[in-house]
């Protein structure tokens, strides 16, 4: 079941890092450590193979995939050999990521992103095609009239710019029939109109942004808390990163959108927003690495205050690509089930999902895996000499 990345921001950290860790396992130079599609409980036929995977997407930057690969490497985020080993078959990838269009109107643009999704299907003979967003935060946009129904989107496209950049990718992934997940706090596909236009087109969507790090703690520790009936009178955190997504979010409007995201877990599992705030600070000189410091106070019996502290050391992009891998593979073999509009069970994965779910990680994993292993076997109870 040969199936599509078209990755929004192909020539990034992530995910460059996402093609040539695919590329690397299924050459067999690396294990698929972090992908937790071939942990036992999620491994299902009905998953696309990483030897069925072709990549592909868009960039405003001309960097080639083999140059930030190198560049990558002397971060300390790629190895070095394994980078060499796959450096033919990146460079082959080079023919699918294209500049990011750019028309007239918005309408010009989705018409544009569908047609190059549409292009890159039939020539590769795809079965589908997932649209990740990997591209970098973009601050929370004005509410508009025409974002909540489906028609008056489509005819705003032509006078006025009602929707952000990612918002026209998930506009276009739906109209060409792919699917569609947003790794990042963007709004995507989180519009009432986007919705429609998912159900009326059969195709998935899933989001937002990727829980790699100080979150992905939070999801696990939050819920400790609150099952020992400890309460939590301060939470705050000060993260450090460098990078592109480092410059992006020294940005007011983006670092907002990302902090509310972050913070979110708290509220929906503890059942109150403890004082304190998440601090997010751009260090170029630690480039891809980033660095989280934590401090919560909380209350126990008889009112003793106490407290914990944890530090967080990262690679981001090492973090961020096995789960890029796995949110297109799970995606995919949804939109295969005959699944569309939003997938609550992909939870497990988000800081801020889509949907009532819950936010502690070990409920997101039990949803995660039931849903797997609920999806029929392709080809099962057929009559295979038929």
């Not at 067999?28 to 995977?53: K, M, N």
């Not at 974002?147 to 929707?163: I, Q, T």
């Not at 993260?239 to 990302?258: F, H, I, S, V």
Request: charged residues 20%; proline residues 7%.
């Amino acid at each position: 079941m040969r199936t599509g990345i078209w990755l929004v921001g192909a020539r990034g950290s992530v995910a460059v890092t996402s093609i040539v860790g695919a590329l690397a396992v299924r050459a067999s130079l690396a294990d698929p450590v972090g992908c937790v599609t071939e942990l036992p409980p999620l491994r299902h036929p009905a998953l696309p193979a990483l030897s069925d995977l072709v990549f592909g997407g868009h960039d405003v930057s001309c960097v080639s995939l083999v140059k930030k690969a190198h560049a990558l490497v002397a971060a300390g985020v790629l190895p070095a050999a394994v980078v060499a080993a796959v450096a033919d078959e990146l460079a082959g990838v080079e023919a699918d990521v294209r500049h990011a269009p750019d028309g007239a109107t918005q309408h010009d643009t989705v018409a544009r992103i569908a047609a190059d999704l549409a292009d890159f299907r039939e020539r590769h003979g795809l079965t589908r095609v997932v649209v990740v967003n990997v591209s970098s935060t973009e601050a929370i946009p004005p509410e508009h009239p025409a974002n909540a129904d489906a028609a008056a989107l489509a005819a705003a496209l032509h006078h006025e710019p009602v929707l952000p950049p990612s918002s026209r990718y998930a506009y276009a992934a739906f109209t060409a029939g792919c699917g569609y997940v947003d790794f990042t706090p963007s709004t995507g596909a989180r519009l009432p109109a986007l919705d429609q236009l998912a159900a009326r087109h059969g195709v998935p969507y899933a989001g937002s942004d990727g829980k790699t790090g100080e979150t992905l703690l939070k999801s696990v520790l939050a819920p400790m808390f609150a099952m020992r009936n400890l309460h939590v009178r301060s939470w705050s955190g000060t993260n450090l990163l460098g990078g592109g997504d480092g410059a992006t979010l020294a940005r007011p409007e983006a670092n907002a959108a990302k902090v509310a995201s972050k913070q979110r877990v708290l509220r929906e599992t503890l059942g109150y927003e403890p004082e304190g705030h998440t601090r997010i600070d751009y260090v170029p000189d630690i480039g891809d690495l980033k660095t989280a410091w934590d401090l919560i106070t909380f209350s126990g019996f008889l009112g003793s205050r106490m407290r914990l502290e944890f530090t967080w050391h990262g690679c981001d992009s090492a973090l961020a690509a096995p789960l890029v891998l796995d949110l297109a593979r799970l995606t995919a073999a949804a939109h295969a089930q005959g699944l569309s509009g939003p997938l609550p069970q992909l939870a497990f994965f988000f800081k801020d999902p889509i949907g009532d779910v819950p936010h502690g990680l070990a409920e997101q994993w039990r949803d995660l895996c039931e849903w797997v292993q609920g999806w029929p076997v392709p080809g099962e109870g057929r009559d295979e000499t038929a």
